[in-house]
């Protein structure tokens, strides 16, 4: 079969089985956007699905993104979902639409001034360490509503929700909780009603786990290896 339609058929299936889960769970599909995440995934590769309907293309890294938006070149919206350091705020700022990672303070400030330098509402997520884990990026629980009142008073930052990557599991049931706990944090901060906050997003759930990540209430799955195939590096 030409790449092309393997493409295609990944992503319908990708997306029935998207579609699945929210009606599943009670759920409009409409509510639950899929990010394709293309970290390593070559520009041949991402537009033959771009093409088939892929609308969202999540990237780790803001060099590699940089290239890819370049050579794609189709209309698509890229968000930011890796790690992202404080010095290419500047660069993230001016290429993504949404940035999911944001998960302290001094990263934060660093992207209101370069919003603010672009003439720039930048919208973002504040991504939550749910599970606690050392080696994990993140914001603790403890101090998530402490880094969303410094996001709320800067005036060239949105923030639309949260983002989380909780342990990894074989058995998605197991990593359920954390899907829950991060809904909960979400409910539980929009209801201090700060001003220009509206916690719309919850980007939870990549290939192995998004169907339990929907019936918890993810807005926004990422997804790499089940709609490109597996990383070769
Ligand atoms: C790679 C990645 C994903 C997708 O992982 P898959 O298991 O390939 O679907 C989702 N989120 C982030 C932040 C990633 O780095």
């Known amino acids: 079969m030409p790449a092309n339609d393997v493409s295609s058929q990944r992503y319908q299936q990708v997306m029935a089985a ?6 599943q769970a009670g759920r409009d599909p409409a509510g639950v956007r899929l990010v394709g995440a293309a970290k390593t995934v070559a520009v041949e590769r991402l537009r033959p699905v771009v093409l088939a309907g892929l609308s969202i293309v999540g990237e780790n890294y803001v060099q590699e993104a940089k290239a890819k938006i370049a050579a794609l070149d189709l209309p698509v919206s890229w968000h930011f979902i890796g790690h992202l350091q404080s010095k290419k705020a500047a660069a993230a700022v001016h290429l993504f639409d949404l940035i999911h990672s944001v998960d302290r303070p001094s990263l934060a400030q ?15 997520l504040l991504e939550v360490n749910i599970a606690g884990e050392a080696s994990k990026s993140g914001v603790a629980p403890e101090g998530l509503e402490d880094l969303l009142r410094t996001c709320a008073l800067l005036p060239h930052l949105r923030v639309r929700g949260l983002m989380t990557m909780p342990p ?3 058995d998605p049931e197991e990593v359920r909780p954390y ?3 991060l809904r909960q944090a979400r409910d539980r901060l929009q209801a201090l009603n700060l001003p220009g906050v ?7 759930g990549m290939s ?4 339990v990540a929907i019936a918890e209430g993810a807005t926004l799955v990422r997804i790499g290896t089940a709609l490109f195939g597996p990383r070769t590096h």
Do not use: T
């Open 18 to 23: 998207i579609a699945q889960a929210a009606r």
């Open 110 to 124: 660093a992207l209101d001034r370069a919003a603010a330098r672009l003439g720039k509402v930048q919208d973002i």
């Open 168 to 170: 990894w599991s074989p």
């Open 179 to 181: 899907f829950r706990q």
């Open 198 to 204: 509206e916690l719309v997003e919850l980007s939870m």
């Open 208 to 211: 192995a786990d998004f169907a």
